[in-house]
Structures are given as structure tokens and as C-alpha cells.
């Protein structure tokens, strides 16, 4: 059975930084892009950021660029999400996520796995 956990969340200050992580169980990753999508309460779910089976293609919302950065660990099956600079706007349940496809898909329909999210709360 396939499993993503995220950790990491939580409440922090604007300015301030979180890591996220996910760990994924049930099978191997390597060979497939990750990503990170957020919602927000009321609004739809977005693209927040992917990488490649490799890690050596990211992929990233313009609004969270040279802010977030994603990583990926194959060995560990774990991908991360380093946010700094948070600000009140990135507030929302963080979810990662699986996919078959180029890692510049930034529809959700696309990622077949998901994890059940980490709340992100940034205060002003």
C-alpha cells in the first residue's frame, strides 16, 4: 500500500522558515517526480513546487521562487520543501504528492499519490 507522510508544519511567524517533509512507503519513488501543492481555506488547491526522479530539474510557483526550495533524498524515499521568507499569504495545508508525468505538471490531476497534508499557519 502506498503511503506519503508529510511533517513539518505548523505556526510561525512572517519572515520566519519551515521544512517540510515527506516520506513515502509502499514503493519506490526514484524513478518519479514530487511535488508540493498547497490550499488555502476557500480556495482551490495550487502548485506550489516539483522535482525530478534526479533532482536535477525544479519546478516552481512564481510567487514562492527564490523563497522555497524543493529537494528529494531517493535513498530515504523522503522529499522536502524548505520555505523561508514566509509570508500570511502562504498559509494553508500543504500536501506532497506523486506523478508519472514531466516534472513541469502543474495540475493535480496528474499526481496519482497523495499524501494528507500538514497545516502551515504564518502569523503577521
Known amino acids: 500500500q502506498v503511503q506519503l507522510v508529510e511533517s513539518g508544519g505548523g505556526l510561525v511567524q512572517a519572515g520566519g522558515s519551515l521544512r517540510l517533509s515527506c516520506a513515502a512507503s509502499?514503493?519506490?519513488?526514484?524513478?518519479?517526480?514530487m511535488g508540493w501543492f498547497r490550499q488555502a481555506p476557500g480556495k482551490e488547491r495550487e502548485f506550489v513546487a516539483s522535482i525530478s526522479w534526479s533532482g536535477g530539474t525544479t519546478y516552481y510557483k512564481n510567487s514562492v521562487k527564490g523563497r522555497f526550495t524543493i529537494s528529494r533524498d531517493n535513498a530515504k524515499n523522503t522529499v522536502y520543501l524548505q520555505m523561508n521568507s514566509l509570508k500570511p499569504e502562504d498559509t494553508a495545508v500543504y500536501y506532497c504528492?506523486?506523478?508519472?508525468?514531466?516534472?513541469?505538471?502543474?495540475?493535480?490531476?496528474?499526481?496519482?499519490?497523495w499524501g494528507q497534508g500538514t497545516q502551515v499557519t504564518v502569523s503577521s
Open positions: 504528492a506523486v506523478s508519472a508525468g514531466p516534472v513541469q505538471i502543474t495540475l493535480g490531476s496528474m499526481y496519482a499519490y
Open positions: 509502499g514503493r519506490t519513488f526514484s524513478n518519479y517526480v
